[in-house]
T-cell receptor
């Protein structure tokens, strides 16, 4: 089955700096890669996703890059703000019938310091 | 609110109890999921239902029994749990790729 590794497990940045979180996956058939943000005591929420036919996607301060050959993808947050502090999870799956069976990484605790 | 509601929010049970977790989605989605979230572990997919049919059982012990009577409701029946089953249990639903999560049930097994 799929295996997703995520690094780092914790990340501290100063407000205004950039943050980068990296994930690798094992199954070359995986074609969908979402990123979820989970604030303390709250539910995970999708912040951005990318499909394997695209190398990069951007949404305001958030961007995701995908390298299919190396089987890794990364989340980039620019101009970080205190409200970006949360746990971020990457995931991978093969889109198709029968539901979207996501395999998640172990999460990155991001702390944005003033 | 994401349109996925879980009850109860908190549950404490003994190892010999039987209890059920409930999930309801108002989004018209066809797929529903149960996940287990433990400290310092990734979200673990437990079960997937698509159009009421189970399409994934991720080697979950039989003391966890899912039920999906229709595309809007999902239950997780709990019986003879162990202390290591204490965790946050999250429900999610999707139409295609994007999964929307409920707030979860925080379960403590004594």
């Amino acid at each position: 089955g799929e295996n997703v590794e995520q690094h780092p497990s914790t990340l501290s940045v100063q407000e205004g700096d950039s943050a980068v979180i990296k994930c690798t996956y094992s199954d070359s058939a995986s074609n969908y890669f979402p990123w979820y943000k989970q604030e303390l005591g709250k539910r995970p929420q999708l912040i951005i996703d990318i499909r394997s036919n695209v190398g990069e996607k951007k949404d305001q301060r958030i961007a995701v890059t995908l390298n299919k050959t190396a089987k890794h993808f990364s989340l980039h947050i620019t101009e970080t703000q205190p409200e970006d502090s949360a746990v971020y999870f990457c995931a991978a799956s093969i889109l198709g019938g029968g539901g979207n069976k996501l395999t998640f990484g172990t999460g990155t605790q991001l702390k944005v310091e003033l | 609110e994401t349109g996925v509601t879980q009850t109860p929010r908190h549950l404490v049970m003994g190892m010999t109890n039987k209890k059920s977790l409930k999930c309801e989605q108002h989004l018209g989605h066809n797929a529903m999921y149960w996940y287990k979230q433990s400290a310092k572990k990734p979200l673990e997919l437990m079960f997937v239902y698509n159009f009421k049919e189970q399409t994934e059982n991720n080697s979950v012990p039989s003391r966890f029994s899912p039920e999906c009577p229709n595309s809007s409701h999902l239950f997780l029946h709990l019986h003879t749990l162990q202390p290591e089953d204490s965790a946050l249990y999250l429900c999610a639903s999707s139409q295609e790729n994007i999964q929307y999560f409920g707030a979860g049930t925080r379960l403590s097994v004594l």
